[in-house]
């Protein structure tokens, strides 16, 4: 809310990227956005089987000078991934359930282990983001952070994993793991991002602090 202000006074127009969050977990456009984008191939659907995309305004000028480009020069997605995305929207509010209950105490687990450091997860109540997650977002991602000092304990983290699978996408069925530094991102060696699937939430505890003590 805070952005939309101010870039309204600098006379811009803002566009969020509401991917993580999903419109069940938080609405952009009520906090002041122009325009939202977001992939549809994350939590929005589910289930790690198709590649969506969308876009929303509430300006009629923006939404029409947009669906004439995306006539003209963008990619139409086909019948059966639009199927596949309709029936797995029922579910939407079941699994960000599971993610973000999954997520919450994955984060409890980490942030008391020595061996883990820099969980971020905005639904902690000492995490920094949490005062404006709090107040802006229905829901909390199932998507964390944290790190594990360096590339070779995070591999013998997911190798000892059953649970984890490495993967660069995040918010299907399955939980997943990524190390950003082996795509350039500006992030430590030892930087995770997890993304909490829909497993049994002892089970997944279980599973990494099992992997966690694994990689030593
Ligand atoms: C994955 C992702 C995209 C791109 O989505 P695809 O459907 O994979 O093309 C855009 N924005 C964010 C924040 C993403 O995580």
């Not at 305004?57 to 004439?68: P, Q």
């Not at 909390?140 to 660069?168: H, I, Q």
């Not at 497993?199 to 997944?204: C, I, P, R, S, V």
């Amino acid at each position: 809310r805070a952005v939309a202000g101010a870039a309204h006074a600098a006379g811009a127009l803002v566009a969020v990227d509401n991917t993580t969050a999903t419109p069940l977990g938080q609405r952009p456009l009520d906090l002041g956005a122009d325009v939202v984008v977001a992939s549809g191939t994350k939590a929005l659907t589910g289930h790690s089987d198709l590649l969506l995309g969308y876009l929303v305004t509430r300006d009629a000028g923006l939404r029409d000078s947009a669906t004439t480009w995306r006539t003209t020069t963008g990619g139409v997605p086909g019948a059966f991934d639009c199927w596949l995305a309709h029936r797995s929207l029922a579910t939407l509010d079941l699994r960000l359930a599971r993610h973000t209950a999954n997520a919450g105490a994955l984060a409890d687990l980490l942030a008391a282990r020595p061996d883990v450091t820099g969980v971020r997860w905005p639904g902690r109540p000492d995490d920094p983001a949490y005062p404006v997650a709090s107040a802006q977002m229905r829901r909390v991602p199932g998507v964390l952070s944290f790190d594990l000092g360096d590339e070779g304990r995070v591999a013998r983290f997911l190798g000892a994993s059953r649970l984890v699978a490495a993967a660069t996408s995040f918010g299907g069925l399955h939980t997943t793991a990524d190390r950003r530094a082996q795509w350039g991102d500006a992030t430590t060696p030892g930087f995770v991002r997890f993304s909490c699937g829909v497993e049994d939430t002892a089970d997944l505890l279980a599973d990494v602090a099992a992997a966690l003590d694994a990689a030593g």
